[in-house]
Structure formats: structure tokens, C-alpha cells
T-cell receptor, first 110, second 113 residues
Framework: GQQVMQIPQYQHVQEGEDFTTYCNSS?????IQWYKQRPGGHPVFLIQ?????EVKKQKRLTFQFGEAKKNSSLHITATQTTDVGTYFC??????????FGPGTSLSVIP | GAGVSQSPRYKVAKRGQDVALRCDPI?????LFWYQQALGQGPEFLTY????????KSGLPSDRFFAERPEGSVSTLKIQRTQQEDSAVYLC???????????FGPGTRLTVT
């Protein structure tokens, strides 16, 4: 079946450093969503990418959808302590089932 | 309006007991999802409703798990004869449609002793 992988599993950065997480699918995707989950919280929607090669920005966050629509990345510029949490990508299968990746847990050292 | 709510927020059950977890989605949202999230893992899909129709239940781990949404709004996830491996956070999410962003509830943390 469809598999979604994310790397790295964990990332520890000094405040002010950049951070990138990657999401890879075994199959071509119709779209991809990114969510953030703070410790003890629930996933919160960040963005959805639909088009091949699409790039979207939200302040310090940059999201990219690969040309082949099989991978995506989330890049955070100049991390802050408020960026701490786990970042998940999520993909929809052809039957409306949604698969979340295992997540990348970000720690920011002040 | 209000977001997605779930009750109870915490549930402790003895092994073998039945439990029922409730989800109140955002009013008007046609799609409703249930997920199971183990500690340190991503949400694992359990089942999906479009209005009252359960379109996908392929993620339900066993026939002890049952979900319903009889009137297309509130949903209940029932687990019969709970086992220790059922201990997890159960998340509910709703959306305008399966292609759109999901709004998650706070989850129900189930502990089976």
C-alpha cells in the first residue's frame, strides 16, 4: 500500500538556525497537507499544496511540492522557540483515506 | 463558531470494559475522520464518514472497534472488550470535504489498565 516517510525523525537546532523536514511518498499524490502538533496538543493545519512544483510561504515557513508530486518539504527560516513541535505531512489516498507521515519532531534550544 | 469537541478528554478503562468516545464536529462539516495516535507516533487513520455514510473503515484495527454517525453530525467511536494495546489518544477531525483541511479536536486519551 501507499507509504509516507518523513526525515529526519528528530531535529535539534539552536534558536535562529534554519530547519527543513522532508516528506516522501511511494506514489504520485493529488495533494499534500502539512500539520503542526505542539507537545500535548492536537494537529493544526498549516497548508495544502496541489500543483506540481508549487511553493507557498507563510512568514518564516516555506512549503514546496516536488515536480513529480511524490515529495514535499517544509523549511523554517531562523527558528524560534514557538516553532517547537512535531510537523506532519498528510496525503489522501484514492479512497478518501488520509495517511499521516510519522512526523519530524523539532526542538529549539534558546 | 466552536471548534471540534471530544468527550471525555480522559478515560481509564479496565481491560475487558466497553468504552464510547464522542466527537462533535464543526457545524456543517460533511467529512469526519477518526484517528488513533500512540505516543510519539503520527495519527493513524481509523475511519471516515461523509455525512452519515461510513465510506472507509479500513483502519479499524479489529471488529471490537465500531464507529457511527447516524444523523451526519455527532459521531461515536465504540471499543468493545478493551485491551491494553488500545491505550492511545483518539483524535476526531472534521472538514468541509475530504480534499480540504481538517480541524482536529483535543482528543480523548484512553488508558486501559
Amino acid at each position: 500500500g501507499q507509504q509516507v516517510m518523513q526525515i529526519p525523525q528528530y531535529q535539534h537546532v539552536q534558536e535562529g538556525e534554519d530547519f527543513t523536514t522532508y516528506c516522501n511518498s511511494s506514489t504520485t499524490l493529488s495533494n499534500i497537507q502539512w500539520y503542526k502538533q505542539r507537545p500535548g496538543g492536537h494537529p493544526v493545519f498549516l497548508i495544502q499544496l496541489v500543483k506540481s512544483g508549487e511553493v507557498k510561504k507563510q512568514k518564516r515557513l516555506t512549503f514546496q511540492f516536488g515536480e513529480a508530486k511524490k515529495n514535499s518539504s517544509l523549511h523554517i527560516t531562523a527558528t524560534q522557540t514557538t516553532d517547537v513541535g512535531t510537523y506532519f505531512c498528510a496525503v489522501k489516498t484514492s479512497y478518501d483515506k488520509v495517511i499521516f507521515g510519522p512526523g519530524t519532531s523539532l526542538s529549539v534550544i534558546p | 463558531g466552536a471548534g471540534v469537541s471530544q468527550s471525555p478528554r480522559y478515560k481509564v478503562a479496565k481491560r475487558g470494559q466497553d468504552v464510547a468516545l464522542r466527537c462533535d464536529p464543526i457545524s456543517g462539516h460533511v467529512s469526519l475522520f477518526w484517528y488513533q495516535q500512540a505516543l510519539g507516533q503520527g495519527p493513524e487513520f481509523l475511519t471516515y464518514f461523509q455525512n452519515e455514510a461510513q465510506l472507509d473503515k479500513s483502519g479499524l484495527p479489529s471488529d471490537r472497534f465500531f464507529a457511527e454517525r447516524p444523523e451526519g453530525s455527532v459521531s461515536t467511536l465504540k471499543i468493545q472488550r478493551t485491551q491494553q494495546e488500545d491505550s492511545a489518544v483518539y483524535l476526531c477531525a472534521s472538514s468541509d470535504g475530504s480534499e480540504y483541511e481538517q480541524y482536529f479536536g483535543p482528543g480523548t486519551r484512553l488508558t486501559v489498565t
